[in-house]
């Protein structure tokens, strides 16, 4: 098996490790963060530093390459930028838990993650460093955007789409044929009826539009990942 790690040591990194261990198709050798300790431990794995020794580290580990475990939409985005400006071939890996269900015809991009009980149904495509959290169901002849994501417990129906960075949080329920657009943010619990423009924050049952969002803008409750300081450090480095 090919060896990988995993970048981003905090709870949703546990989840993916555990859909890779699952899947059982890669060695992971540790984790990587910028804000935790060198030399710590995470789910028994070691932390092995930061994303500016990754050089070093597909050397040291014969690395084939890993995924980002980071939950909030743009800093995943930085963080996939960062790494391909220090490491270039750097492979993203795609991971499926083995309870997940993907139907007939489904495509999923590069660095997306399918977590435990999530169900895709037939000619759905999910793009690049996407995530399906636990017991999602997307509909038939879907399209997740790249960067996005869809909260544990969320149910879209069919011929749905989901723009670039937009994220569905927990428990949303959205009917078929249904657009919600980039930058977009669906809070826990609505009920989605109709389309939502982009960069919004729409919640309620029905949802509806609660003010404009910015992109990059915060959505995640209790993170300590501050992507301000990622990107200081990455110009100053």
């Not at 995924?67 to 400006?85: P, Q, Y």
């Not at 997940?100 to 169900?119: E, L, N, S, W, Y």
């Not at 729409?202 to 003010?211: E, I, L």
């Amino acid at each position: 098996m090919k060896n990988i790690v995993i970048i981003g040591a905090s709870g949703h990194g546990s989840v993916i490790l555990d859909c890779i261990e699952k899947e059982g198709k890669f060695n992971v050798m540790g984790f990587i963060d910028s804000f935790k300790e060198k030399g710590g431990k995470q789910n028994g794995y070691e932390l092995l530093g930061s994303e500016h020794d990754l050089p070093y580290l597909i050397d040291m580990f014969n690395l084939h390459g890993g995924i980002v475990a980071i939950g909030d939409n743009w800093t995943r985005k930085n963080v996939v930028e960062r790494i391909s400006e220090i490491a270039p071939n750097f492979k993203f890996i795609t991971s499926i838990h083995p309870k997940a269900v993907i139907g007939k015809d489904v495509q999923i991009g590069k660095g997306t993650v399918i977590m435990p009980g999530a169900i895709v149904n037939a000619n759905s495509r999910l793009g690049d460093f996407c995530v399906l959290n636990t017991n999602a169901t997307l509909g038939h002849d879907s399209f997740m955007d790249n960067f996005s994501s869809m909260a544990s417990g969320v149910t879209a129906g069919g011929c749905f789409y989901l723009g670039k960075f937009s994220a569905v949080c927990l428990g949303a329920n959205i009917i078929e044929n249904i657009r919600v657009m980039d930058h977009t943010v669906i809070g826990a619990g609505s009920l989605v009826i109709k389309d939502v423009r982009g960069s919004e924050v729409a919640y309620g049952s029905p949802a509806h539009k609660v003010r404009k969002r910015k992109a990059g803008e915060r959505y995640l409750s209790g993170g300590k990942r501050k992507t301000p300081k990622l990107s200081l450090v990455a110009r100053n480095m």
